[in-house]
């Protein structure tokens, strides 16, 4: 007996956008359409960083990077002067600046897209929004300093919202966790909450788990895997995942340079999940990476 065709259920159509207004960042440097995963390029205006350090602390050539990050597919760039790697030692407000003023002047000369600085220091982001930054991309999320979300509030420009377990030179000392992804969306909401209360606006607050920040392997690979719950709060979620050392675990102790394919394979999932934006040094290549994955989603 020849068994009816299969009737095609939900998931057969098209994925259709949700209803109503299409999700949105308002920066200074213009509307960002968060209908589509926004590739975010890292530029390090750091000696130290764990990828890209001393690559990018002459102006010009981080202006010339920048341009071309933004011809192949970046929405946005992410400029930091304070390596967060795992061990790395605080900057003081000063030397963070001296490295980032002239690299985030140059930047700012050369492309329109927005520019979000990577830094925990309320000082930091007002200098550095004074000089054109239009997002701040805080690890602590609000936490070192007491600042940092009345700052953004009276600037009126959306930030980012991290969580690290301890601080860059202790996170990855045995990372603890009863349950990872209940215990980073927690925390997320929390001071989604008190970012809110301090007045950001709803609509200017991201969520970054923190891949890597404070996390075993299965950690970082859990926090993937169920994103959703992440996303479930509402906010748009920021993944970073470029080249780091989980992957590099994963791969059989593969170096930095060896993690391409290691960071496509998680940011394909990453966009799977629900993430907004994806935080990479590999424009080009992971912007192929994201067309592809939502055509595939969306088919």
Known sequence: ????????????????????PRPALRTRAGILALDRTVVVGVLNATPDSFSDGGLHADPGRAAATAAEMVAKGAGMLDLGAESTRPGAAPVSPEEELRRLLPVLRAVRAAVRVPLSVDTTKAAVAGAAIAEGADVVNDVSAGRWDAAMFSSCAAAGVPIVLMHMQGTPATMQAEPRYRDVVGEVTSFLAERAALARAAGIAAEGIILDPGIGFG????????????LDA?????YPVLVGVSRKSFLGRLLGGRDVGERLFGTAAAVALAVAGGAKLVRVHDVAAIHDVVVVSEAVLGA
């Open 230 to 234: 992440l996303v479930a709060l509402g």
């Open 1 to 20: 007996m020849v068994s009816p065709p299969r009737q095609p259920g939900p998931e057969a159509g098209p994925r259709l956008p949700p209803a109503g």
């Open 215 to 226: 996390k075993t392997v299965d950690q970082s690979c859990r926090l993937l895997r169920r």
